[in-house]
Nanobody, 134 residues
Framework: EEQLVESGGGSVQPGGSLRLSCTAS????????MGWYRQAPGNECDLVSG???????YYADSVKDRFTISQENAYNTVSLQMNSLKPEDTAVYYC????????????????????????????WGKGTLVTISS
């Protein structure tokens, strides 16, 4: 079965760090853009960070200089290192892979309604919860 498997969510205090990982099972990332969307309660489903197939990287302004995305093609894995976490980073984070490229930074749907093959996403993870709280 072709799927994305996410790991690394959890709960930390403000200023702490977490690392999210997403591993492709049954397919490879070679010709795709890959990244992470997130959605907090009351907010939209927004692209947080993405790596394009040409190697260029996107970060939302709200996470620049705090988050670092990386990919390990040999392991079919894309990771998101999150440092200096803030309460406003609290959200469910979704791994996404698209062969068509990340053209939409804000999806016109709740993240939880997105499935593989919808909204331009070839693959979509189940989501992992990140909670930042003191």
């Amino acid at each position: 079965e072709e799927q994305l498997v996410e790991s690394g969510g959890g709960s930390v205090q403000p200023g702490g760090s977490l690392r999210l990982s997403c591993t492709a099972s049954g397919f490879t990332f070679d010709d795709s853009d890959m990244g992470w969307y997130r959605q907090a309660p009351g907010n939209e489903c927004d692209l947080v960070s993405g790596v394009r197939r040409d190697g260029t990287i996107y970060y939302a302004d709200s996470v620049k200089d705090r988050f670092t995305i990386s990919q390990e093609n040999a392991y079919n894995t894309v990771s998101l290192q999150m440092n200096s976490l803030k309460p406003e980073d609290t959200a469910v984070y979704y791994c996404a892979v698209t062969r068509g490229g990340f053209r939409i930074l804000r999806l016109n749907a709740p993240c939880s309604h997105v499935e593989a093959g919808s909204y331009g996403m070839d693959y979509w993870g189940k989501g992992t919860l990140v909670t930042i709280s003191s």
